[in-house]
């Protein structure tokens, strides 16, 4: 069964920093895209960040571009977002997904987790 778990999400003070993990299980890590995705209220999800199965190119939104960073511990099966200087506008609910197509930052992911909250306050 294919399973991803986010984490790290929670509330944190305009410029502060979280780091997201995604936790992913039942397929082969290494064959899989992953990607980050948000959907803040009333707003359709979006992508936020993406790292290549083919060659781990990564890919960021024009939103999170230089404040963002994406990463892969392939050992451990899990990916990153690390968000540094968090604006309000970074409040969502935060999904990883993965697929054995790259789609980039598109919303063709085969599987998605249950979504991990970040807000940030002014």
């Known amino acids: 069964e294919v399973q991803l778990v986010e984490s790290g999400g929670g509330l944190v003070q305009a410029g502060g920093s979280l780091r997201l993990s995604c936790a992913a299980s039942?397929?082969?890590?290494?064959?899989?895209?992953i990607g980050w995705f948000r959907q803040a209220p009333g707003k359709e999800r979006e992508g936020v960040s993406c790292?290549?199965?083919?060659?781990?190119?990564?890919y960021y939104a024009d939103s999170v571009k230089g404040r963002f960073t994406i990463s892969s511990d392939n050992a451990k099966n899990t990916v990153y977002l690390q968000m540094n200087s968090l604006k309000p506008e970074d409040t969502a609910v935060y999904y990883c997904?993965?697929?054995?197509?790259?789609?980039?930052?598109?919303?063709?992911?085969?599987?998605w987790g249950q979504g991990t909250q970040v807000t940030v306050s002014s």
């Open positions: 790292i290549s199965s083919s060659d781990g190119s990564t």
């Open positions: 039942g397929f082969t890590f290494d064959d899989y895209a």
């Open positions: 997904a993965a697929s054995n197509i790259d789609y980039g930052l598109g919303l063709e992911y085969d599987y």
